[in-house]
């Protein structure tokens, strides 16, 4: 066997990076905050030659004085974001019919900035319905983001609580996120996302 057909044959032993290895809220931290102004910061932008240590400054300057753990959390994340391109993977279901409940909602929001970061799943091409619901005044910002960083903002704003539904497209098939960030004390109750014609 040829050494190219031996480390193929591997891939397939070897499991990959479980996507539990750092908790689930604090990569939707790192999503709400820190992949704003890192994504699509793909290698050469900064040195991890020095380790993690070298990042300490940079996540506590926005972080906050957070936990040791959640530091080298953080770090990692980055590193991540940088070196892979993309978004750490998430160990979370999309729900059938992408109708997202307020349980599931509570798991991807980042109380602090009061922001939310949900996977929506591979979505083919085609034009899309989000109708996201709110427990007070909604205002806020809502983006689609794909897993190459393209982004759409949609600002949203309804004087009631309720529902308020915007559209966008999808250009090619890839996976999805949708982050959305509100004022306090407005929480995100439900979320649908809906193929339209």
């Not at 809502?142 to 309720?162: M, N, R, T, W």
């Amino acid at each position: 066997m040829t050494l190219p057909l031996l480390l193929l044959g591997l891939l397939w032993v070897i499991p990959p990076a479980q996507a539990a290895d750092i908790p689930l809220g604090t990569v939707v931290r790192f999503n709400t905050l820190c992949a704003t102004c890192h994504e699509g910061e793909c290698s050469g932008r900064l040195s991890f030659d020095l380790g993690i240590q070298a990042s300490e400054n940079h996540i506590r300057r926005h972080a906050g004085d957070v936990d040791r753990n959640v530091w080298r959390d953080l770090a990692s994340l980055l590193a991540h974001t940088k070196q892979a391109c993309a978004y750490y993977p998430m160990a979370v279901d999309i729900p059938e019919g992408r109708h997202w409940n307020p349980e599931r909602l509570a798991a991807l929001h980042n109380a602090k900035e009061n922001a939310w970061f949900i996977p929506l799943g591979l979505l083919p091409a085609g034009r899309y319905r989000a109708t996201l619901g709110m427990s007070g005044q909604m205002e806020g910002i809502a983006q689609i983001v794909s897993a190459s960083f393209d982004i759409a903002d949609f600002p949203l704003q309804c004087a009631d609580k309720g529902q308020i539904a915007f559209f966008f497209v999808v250009n090619r098939s890839s996976v999805h996120y949708l982050r959305f960030k509100s004022g306090k004390g407005q929480t995100l109750t439900s979320l649908n996302i809906q193929a339209v014609d």
